[in-house]
Every structure is written in C-alpha cells, then in structure tokens.
C-alpha cells in the first residue's frame, strides 16, 4: 500500500493498471481489499485505484471533524488527476455520490452500487440489525457484532450460509472488525453527506443492487435511479449487499462497457 500522509489525514491506496483512472471506494464493512477480485479486468484498461476510508483498512482513523469527499479530491490531487470514474459500494457508493454533487467537474462518470439514502425511512428489519450490532458492541461483544454483520451484509436475508462462496466470510471478518472498532470515532468526526440536487447530474450514472440483498437497498437503488436523469439501474441476480465481493464476474462485465464511455 501506498500512503498520502499530510496535516489532514493518513491515507492508504493501492494503484493497478494503465489508463483512464477509475477509483473505487469500498463499503462501511469493508476496506480495499473487497474490490480484490474485480480489480485485474478493470486494470486491463483502466488505472485502478483503490483506498481506505478513514478508520477503515490501513488509513488512520480521524482525530477531529472531517469529510469524506475532501479525502477523496486530496487523494486525486496527490495523483494528478483532475477527472475521474468512480465507483462505489454501500457507503462508499453514497461518497461516490456525494463527491460528484460537490466536484461535478471532476468526475467522468459514476456507479453506484447499493449505496444508502440519507435520513431513509428504515425497514422494521433493518432497525432490528442496528439494535442488535449496538447491543453487541456496548457489550463488547466485537465478535457477535461480526457475526451480526457478516450476516446482514454478506450472507443477507434471502439465503442460508450454504449458499455463499467459501472463504468470502473469513476475507471479511479482518476489515469488518477494523472498521467496527473505529466506527464510533469515524462517526463522531464525520461531517456527513453531501446537500445537492441529483437531479442536477449530468453525467452518465449506473445504479446497482444485488436482487438477494435487503429490500430497504433495493427500493433506494430503485428511487436512485429514478431521480438522478437518465440514471441506468442494473440488478445482480446472485449478489446480496456486497456485489464486488458475492459476483465480482458478473460486477465486471457490466462495469467494462459502462466505464468505457
């Protein structure tokens, strides 16, 4: 891993690839490492990069108030590039969204991929899963808070354990635990999402959900795609929340055709 170190922050990144730059920004259970099996297609056409949120992966966590998409536009002015394509996952995907409503100019195009809708009306399930991780934490039960997850985001609520690929738990369980430990203090400097009007995005938009992950997603990639103009919606049929960790082939195929544009 490479690392942006300034008086605003420690950031970890990763770089593959050779051409236009794509950046892909990772769900709040996650850090880079989910994007692994996605990243060698994309870099056959593509600079790839890839980094850790702060409190997430090897990237510090904050030591005072701070904004995601100001990471980001620190990241791309470290490297150079002025305009990108970005993509992101669950609440990577809602800071994908919310760089674009902030930095227009700067982004090329932009998948989003199960992201999450500020202030969303939460199904009586999901309210139940958040009860449940803040039992477990205020407990200090970290690995039923792990458990707890795993089951929500990874397996979801359309099938059993049997149903999904081995080894994708225990690639999960490492960064879902980091990003558990860090939550508090990721959330508490955190200045939240964006304000903007998407029906003022004017560039060439995917929204994508897997069709076994929780409704409340489904119905927000659906009003997503609804709002942002001539947005494209794509449903994985064999993904739950994390489509670049459950169907990273399927994820890829779409991805080539949409970033080449």
């Known amino acids: 891993m490479l690392i942006l170190d300034d008086d605003l922050g420690h950031l970890s990144y990763d770089i593959a690839g050779d051409g236009s730059p794509v950046v892909l920004v990772h769900a709040g259970v996650a850090d880079h490492r989910m994007w692994d099996a996605v990243v060698p297609a994309l870099a056959e056409r593509h600079t790839v990069i890839r980094y850790d949120l702060r409190g997430f992966g090897e990237s510090a966590p904050p030591t005072g108030p701070f904004l995601e998409t100001d990471d980001l536009r620190r990241l791309l002015d470290h490297l150079g590039h002025e305009r990108v394509r970005l993509v992101g996952a669950s609440w990577g995907g809602r800071v994908a969204l919310d760089f674009t409503l902030t930095y227009p100019d700067r982004v090329h195009s932009l998948a989003m991929l199960a992201a999450p809708w500020p202030r ?10 958040d009860e449940a991780e803040t039992a477990a934490l205020e407990a200090g039960d970290l690995d039923a808070a792990v458990r707890i997850n795993l089951d929500m985001w990874l ?107």
Do not use: C
């Not at 969303?120 to 899963?129: E, F, K, P």
């Open 120 to 129: 969303y009306h939460w199904s009586a399930d999901m309210i139940a899963y």
């Open 155 to 261: 397996r979801g609520p359309a099938r059993s354990w049997d149903d999904v690929a081995d080894g994708l738990a225990d690639k999960l369980r490492g960064p879902l635990r980091t990003s558990l430990v860090n939550q508090a203090i990721v959330g508490q400097h955190s200045q939240g999402p964006a304000t903007g009007d998407l029906a003022a995005i004017s560039v060439p938009t995917l929204v994508g959900v897997g069709k076994l992950d929780v409704t409340d997603f489904q119905n927000i990639a659906r009003r997503y795609a609804a709002e942002i103009p001539d947005a494209t919606l794509v449903e994985v049929a064999t993904a739950a929340h994390l489509i670049a960790v459950d169907a990273p082939a399927e994820l890829s195929a779409v991805l080539d055709p949409f970033l080449a544009r």
